[in-house]
């Protein structure tokens, strides 16, 4: 089992920036494939990053060169800096984790309770 927290949500101007952290326990967090998905009311959950435990990156196209991911395993925690945003940015974004393939492929095990991204125009 493993626990995920986020923080660092909330209400930013377009072409702000925000930084989401996600902390872990429970499990051998430096084992774990991790990722970010967001979520509008309404619509499916969506990929939208995700870090190897190697350090491999993956990014959804909607966001490539605006949002980076990393890592910190002696710290247990998965980080998503978010530049440039968008009012389509707007979503509850949620931690992941899970073997990277399942991450990246949206079907991860592990999941927080999400933070609210709110980008006004």
């Known amino acids: 089992q493993v626990q995920l927290v986020e923080s660092g949500g909330g209400l930013v101007q377009t072409g702000g920036s925000l930084r989401l952290s996600c902390a872990a326990s429970?499990?051998?967090?430096?084992?774990?494939?991790m990722g970010w998905f967001r979520q509008i009311p309404g619509k499916e959950r969506e990929f939208v990053a995700a870090?190897?435990?190697?350090?491999?990156?993956y990014y959804a196209d909607s966001v490539k060169g605006r949002f980076t991911i990393s890592r910190d395993n002696a710290k247990n925690t998965v980080s998503m800096q978010m530049n440039s945003l968008k009012p389509e940015d707007t979503a509850v974004y949620y931690c992941?984790?899970?073997?990277?393939?399942?991450?990246?492929?949206?079907?991860?095990?592990?999941w927080g309770q999400g933070t609210q991204v709110t980008v006004s125009s």
């Open positions: 992941a984790a899970d073997a990277i393939g399942t991450v990246v492929y949206g079907h991860p095990n592990y």
């Open positions: 429970g499990r051998t967090f430096s084992r774990s494939g």
């Open positions: 870090i190897s435990t190697v350090g491999s990156t």
